[in-house]
């Protein structure tokens, strides 16, 4: 069984353009999370899928960046315009129905380089 | 606000000796807990993971960790290191199982030395 994929796993942009970053969950998880790791600090939750719905958004930073899972399968956060500050490793995970197995499955992670 | 203390954020160890990675945690009820290891170019994977019953759980790689109540502990421990066990570890708590975030402290970076 494949595990969570994320693309690219590195992406080096300039302030002001667009970046676009894309995770394949697990098959069949409805669940999907996006994480943020900025340097020297923890990994922090950005937002929650069930399915195709947004559960919980209240870790997104502002509006510039935007999260989508069309279908309930993969998912693509974009970030426009990027700023220095969104430099860091994103992260996503997935995991199946809540109960007394939860654990979620993270992704290599994408790290992003705004310059 | 629940929050998790790692307070070592890097840890050099023998090869061969034991380990200890302290986790602290905030929060009113017993949580879900976690740890997660990160080596370098991989996803986090999950060492193990306490929900309730024993407080000593065993993971893989030879890990286990112990949940102490009055504490608000959950050390990782192994007793003896084997150099690919070099990587960054992760501790992480949730405040239930209905899918939520999980909250991770800042993560202890181990190195083995020979």
């Known amino acids: 069984e494949a595990g969570v994929t994320q693309f690219p796993s590195h992406s080096v942009i300039e302030k002001g353009q667009t970046v676009t970053l894309r995770c394949d969950p697990i098959?069949?998880?409805?669940?999907l999370y996006w994480y943020r790791r900025v340097m020297g600090k923890e990994i922090k939750f950005l937002l929650h899928?069930?399915?195709?719905?947004?559960?919980?958004e209240s870790g997104m930073p502002n509006n510039r960046f935007l999260a989508e899972r069309t279908g309930g399968t993969y998912s693509t956060l974009k970030v426009q315009p990027a700023e220095l500050e969104d430099s860091g490793v994103y992260f996503c995970?997935?995991?199946?129905?809540?109960?007394?197995?939860?654990?979620?499955?993270f992704g290599p992670g994408t790290r992003l380089t705004v310059t | 606000a629940q929050s998790v203390t790692q307070p070592d954020i890097h840890i050099t160890v023998s090869e061969g000796a034991s380990l200890e990675l302290r986790c602290n945690y905030s929060?009113?009820?017993?949580?879900?807990l976690f740890w997660y290891v990160q080596s370098p170019g991989q996803g986090l994977q999950l060492l193990l993971k306490?929900?309730?019953?024993?407080?000593l759980v065993q993971g893989i790689k030879g890990f286990e960790a112990e949940f102490k109540r009055s504490q608000s502990s959950f050390n990782l421990r192994k007793p003896s290191v084997h150099w690919s066990d070099a990587a960054e570890y992760f501790c992480?708590?949730?405040?239930?199982?209905?899918?939520?975030?999980?909250?991770f402290g800042k993560g202890t970076t181990l190195s083995v030395s020979s």
């Open positions: 995970a997935s995991s199946s129905q809540p109960g007394s197995t939860y654990e979620q499955y």
């Open positions: 098959s069949g998880h409805d669940n």
């Open positions: 899928f069930v399915k195709e719905s947004k559960q919980d």
């Open positions: 929060y009113g009820a017993t949580p879900y």
């Open positions: 306490y929900f309730s019953g024993d407080t």
């Open positions: 992480a708590v949730a405040i239930d199982q209905a899918g939520t975030a999980l909250i």
